[in-house]
């Protein structure tokens, strides 16, 4: 028996027991090795589970264990720490034939990612009205500003209505009345202990990753304006500035702020 | 028995704890920045805020070093107020000194991380594998008990410690299968391995009685055979049971219930040996409420003042 070996058989059912394996008893020692083969793909399942408890529980227990024991194979931690397991799981679900009929499952998986990332996020406490305030009042050009998001802060776009898929099944809102096809973006932050995810204008959503890839206010602000202008459900909207950034600083959403530094000295 | 209350409150039993305050005060004096000779339950988020909200008379809390790699938010902020009030043992489960590769060096970085942030009065792994290669199995494998596996957990031991700069503990493992090249047995390959690096011993008197069980030895013959000296804490769980392909039984180590009578049976035999020594109850899975575990841990104190007192003898305290 190599550590080879062994490590391979923990994770494919079809290959035979290794060689060099014994039980006191005589008894055949591949009963013993499926001990491990069940603690490995079980215990990382519940990994899975623990992250995405909405997707199992839009698709049921059986179907999420039999999909997820697929992923776990397919996809095993390369990581010790389980907290950051399950990055490819959102992908593999979009890839997954049977749960095709789910066409959000994907998605509603990628806003469950972004809150375990949210809640294991570094702490940082967040931007104040005074010191965006005083930012604004330093006689620089406005639009070079900088907002700098919070830690935890995630924007997740879909084209399907996540967020409330998503609230419901934390017994906010009815489930059927909910048009699925309505398309949200949520925000997900923790700015204290506890992870929020709130639904955000197509805007609002496109201003913060704007942000998050280090546009500046002007820039953020049109690519914003132009997502806003596009005719979602029969309406267009604008992006309101100031509504947006009340919104993100009232629930810790940003962090700082600042001046690039490049040309401002 | 005790460990089936599930109110919330702590189990109020006349005990030789509570008839006897000083030799409570005797037991909880720790020497030496190491765990109290107390029992200690195992800390999980579903028991933050009540932990912090009850401070409960108990001898220390014991985490898992991996869940607390993160950058912030919750563990970290209960776990460091949480530290305020208890003493901590830190209790590795990935860190694969087992394996056939080297140490992970970024995880012991991470370890090291910890360490300086949260001060426990103990590290402790296991005489495992969880990883090869690149795929971590969040399992604790077996490993063959013979002269090249035992150098190279001897260097990872070594590693480990002048890495973090103090001694670790390690675990006794629960096991299933034999391996044909082994060519000692597991107390033998543990006392070398003690004897070389002058890690402590973690006996987990659960896994004792798991691995006799499922390797038909027997659990007191294996003890008396081990450096008790070296012992530094004890872990007590409970196991499911199955059965082999021959019928025979086979114990499960889950974590998931309440400490077996045999396992009990077995501590007490420990700890007429050892006298007085931090212990662990450990519980991962089917988590009851924590007054259930307190009372749990506190029957385990009442066996080691049964002890202590029987023996009249110096307290081993975890360090030696």
């Known amino acids: 028996m190599t550590y080879a070996t062994f490590a391979a058989t923990l994770l494919a059912p079809e290959l035979p027991c290794p060689a060099g394996l014994r039980a006191w008893n005589g008894a055949d020692p591949a009963a013993r090795l499926a001990v491990h083969r069940n603690n490995v793909v079980s215990s990382l399942i519940d990994a899975v589970a623990d992250t995405f408890p909405v997707v199992q529980e839009l698709v049921g227990e059986e179907f999420f264990r039999a999909m997820a024991s697929v992923f776990v194979r397919q996809h095993p931690p390369r990581s010790r720490v389980l907290a950051h397991y399950g990055a490819e799981f959102a992908a593999f679900v979009d890839g997954f034939a049977p749960a095709r009929g789910v066409p959000y499952l994907a998605d509603v998986a990628r806003l469950e990612r972004a809150r375990v990332l949210a809640y294991h996020a570094a702490d940082a406490d967040p931007l104040t009205a005074e010191m965006l305030g005083v930012a604004m009042s330093s006689g620089e050009e406005l639009g070079r500003l900088q907002l700098v998001c919070h830690p935890s802060t995630s924007v997740v776009v879909s084209e399907y209505a996540i967020v409330s898929l998503w609230a419901a099944h934390q017994g906010e809102g009815d489930l059927s009345a909910i048009d699925v096809a309505l398309p949200e973006s949520a925000l997900v932050v923790r700015p204290g202990l506890d992870v929020l995810v709130l639904r955000l204008p197509p805007g609002a959503a496109r201003f913060v990753i704007a942000l998050q890839a280090g546009a500046g206010l002007a820039e953020a602000a049109a690519l914003a304006t132009e997502v806003a202008a596009e005719v979602v459900a029969g309406e267009a909207a604008d992006f309101d500035l100031p509504r947006a950034l009340a919104l993100l600083m009232s629930h810790g959403a940003l962090a700082s702020v600042h001046f690039p530094r490049s040309h401002s000295q | ?320």
Not at chain 2, 35 to 48: E, I, N, T
Not at chain 2, 193 to 219: E, F, K, P, W
Not at chain 2, 264 to 271: G, P
Request: hydrophobic share 40%; proline share 6%.
């Open chain 2, 1 to 320: 028995m005790a460990a089936q209350l599930d109110n919330e409150q702590p189990a109020r039993t006349v005990s030789t704890l509570s008839t006897l305050p000083g030799l409570r005060a005797k037991l909880a004096a720790p020497s030496g920045g190491c765990l109290p000779a107390r029992s200690g339950v195992s800390l999980k988020p579903a028991h933050f805020r009540r932990v912090l909200e009850t401070c409960p008379d108990i001898g220390f809390f014991e985490v898992h070093a991996e869940n607390y790699m993160v950058a912030g938010g919750p563990f970290h902020h209960f776990l460091g107020r949480i530290r305020e009030q208890h003493p901590l043992s830190l209790h590795g489960v990935g860190l694969s000194i087992g394996a056939e590769d080297p140490l992970d060096e970024a995880h012991l970085d991470r370890l090291d991380a910890l360490i300086k942030r949260y001060e426990p009065a103990s590290f402790s792994e296991h005489l495992a594998w969880s990883s090869h290669g690149e795929v971590f199995f969040n399992d604790l494998l077996p490993v063959p008990y013979e002269r090249a596996t035992l150098n190279r957990v001897c260097d990872h031991v070594d590693r480990v410690q002048e890495r973090l700069h103090r001694q670790m503990l390690l675990e006794n493992p629960s096991t299933y299968l034999e391996f044909e090249a082994s060519t000692m047995d597991e107390a033998s390959f543990l006392n070398e391995v003690i004897q070389r690096t002058g890690c402590g011993l973690l006996l987990d008197v659960n896994n004792v009685h798991v691995s006799c069980v499922n390797h038909g030895r027997d659990a007191l013959a294996y003890i008396s055979s081990l450096r008790l000296d070296a012992v530094g804490e004890i872990h007590l769980a409970g196991f499911a049971t199955d059965r082999d392909a021959a019928g025979a039984p086979l114990l499960i180590d889950t974590h998931g219930s309440p400490v077996d009578e045999a396992v009990w049976s077995l501590y007490a035999a420990v700890l007429a040996r050892t006298g007085p020594t931090p212990t662990l109850l450990e519980r991962d899975n089917d988590l009851p409420s924590l007054a259930t575990l307190l009372a749990e841990a506190r029957h385990a104190e009442d066996l080691m003042l049964a002890a202590f007192e029987s023996q009249g003898r110096g307290l081993c305290g975890g360090c030696s």
